[in-house]
T-cell receptor, first 116, second 113 residues
């Protein structure tokens, strides 16, 4: 696609439910990143994909968080047993492999997750 | 690991006045530096980047930033603020070691008419 697409744009869920957030990167971008943006906290790195593999999962905050990527394209971030502290905007970004750290990323518009 | 510091979460500036957002970085190797802007309910958009060419970098919307190695700084400026500049601004750094950017906490810019 022309840009990075994320869905849904907004999600309200009850505490304890599981949620799935989707990211469709720019066509041909093999690197994909997930960040979490909480009020006053800036952007927190979650996970990085290179193709379908995730060489860096160091930012996932707990084992309730997981992510996968299939076909070198769409990625899904899953949060199990959601807690109120998971409320945030989840941003996805993509870049051509090996260039993100020098050329920057292209970001999607994010998914605003609210856990009630 | 690389990191950036942005002081002052909220910055108010009068329309027509200078916009100055400060960013200081920490990196063990020559860094790549970025400024991103985020408008309400949107993702981050790249304003400009420093990649070891010219130390004064010009970006979109009249913004520019100067890389000063001696001060480990990459401050963002715009000579004359416009109402449309109201947004959140993030500084980011990368040293290539882990193939990702580290972001500051951001500056929320409010433009006063």
């Amino acid at each position: 696609g022309a840009g990075v697409s994320q869905s849904p744009s907004n999600k309200v869920t009850e505490k304890g439910k599981d949620v799935e957030l989707r990211c469709d990167p720019i066509s041909g971008h093999t690197a994909l990143y997930w960040y979490r943006q909480s009020l006053g906290q800036g952007l927190e790195f979650l996970i990085y994909f290179q193709g379908n593999s995730a060489p860096d999962k160091s930012g996932l905050p707990s084992d309730r968080f997981s992510a996968e990527r299939t076909g070198g394209s769409v990625s899904t971030l899953t949060i199990q047993r959601t807690q109120q502290e998971d409320s945030a905007v989840y941003l996805c970004a993509s870049s051509l492999l090996g260039t993100g750290w020098s050329y920057g990323y292209t970001f999607g518009s994010g998914t605003r997750l609210t856990v009630v | 690991a690389q990191s950036v510091t942005q002081l002052g979460s909220h910055v108010s500036v009068s329309e027509g006045a200078l916009v100055l957002l400060r960013c200081n970085y920490s990196s063990s190797v020559p860094p790549y530096l970025f400024w991103y802007v985020q408008y309400p309910n949107q993702g981050l958009q790249l304003l400009l980047k420093y990649t070891s060419a010219a130390t004064l970098v010009k970006g979109i919307n009249g913004f520019e930033a100067e890389f000063k190695k001696s001060e480990t700084s990459f401050h963002l400026t715009k000579p004359s603020a416009h109402m449309s500049d109201a947004a959140e601004y993030f500084c980011a750094v990368s040293d290539g070691g882990n193939n990702r950017l580290a972001f500051g906490k951001g500056n929320q810019v409010v433009v006063i008419p």
